[in-house]
């Protein structure tokens, strides 16, 4: 053989060499720091859910209140089911009191939000509802694994 060749042989298959490391570095590192990062989203998106389910509950008070002008005092008188009725994968129960919604998360819900509370507080502007789920509100889910509009 050729020694040119085999000199250009070389060179390329150390640059293979070289981009299969960089491939293989670039994987582990992937692999490591990925569940950083996945966590907090992981936990966001089970907060989520609570936060969705919180929408039927919403539309159930509000038809109450322009009925009523009064809050509902409970599910039964919202016209929803029983508090435990209202669940999902992370969310353990959706509980109407006076009119604010109260979702626990709990079943296979991140320990980090397992037993709290995402609490979504109407508040009367001109003839409408707004709806508030900050921590002054009473949520006790970390200010972090909250969705933005949730966040103070």
């Known amino acids: 053989m050729d020694p040119a060749a085999s000199s250009i042989a070389r060179r390329r298959s150390s640059r293979r060499y070289v981009i299969a490391l960089l491939l293989i ?5 992937t692999f490591v720091l990925m569940p950083m990062v996945d966590d907090d989203y992981t936990v966001r998106s089970q907060v989520s859910e609570g936060r969705s389910l919180s929408f039927g509950a919403q539309t ?16 039964e008188q919202s016209g929803l089911p029983r508090p435990t009725s209202i669940n999902g994968t992370y ?4 509980t109407v009191e006076k009119g604010t919604i109260v979702v626990i998360y709990g079943n296979h819900a991140n320990p980090e ?32 694994e909250l969705p933005t509009i949730c966040r103070p």
């Open 25 to 29: 570095a670039g994987s582990m590192a």
């Open 60 to 75: 159930a008070v509000e038809e109450f209140f322009a009925k009523h002008h009064a809050y509902p005092v409970d599910n």
């Open 91 to 94: 969310v353990v129960s959706l």
């Open 113 to 144: 939000i397992a037993g709290k509370a995402l609490v979504v507080r109407p508040h009367v502007v001109g003839e409408s509802l707004v709806w508030s789920c900050k921590t002054t509100d009473g949520t006790t889910v970390p200010v972090k």
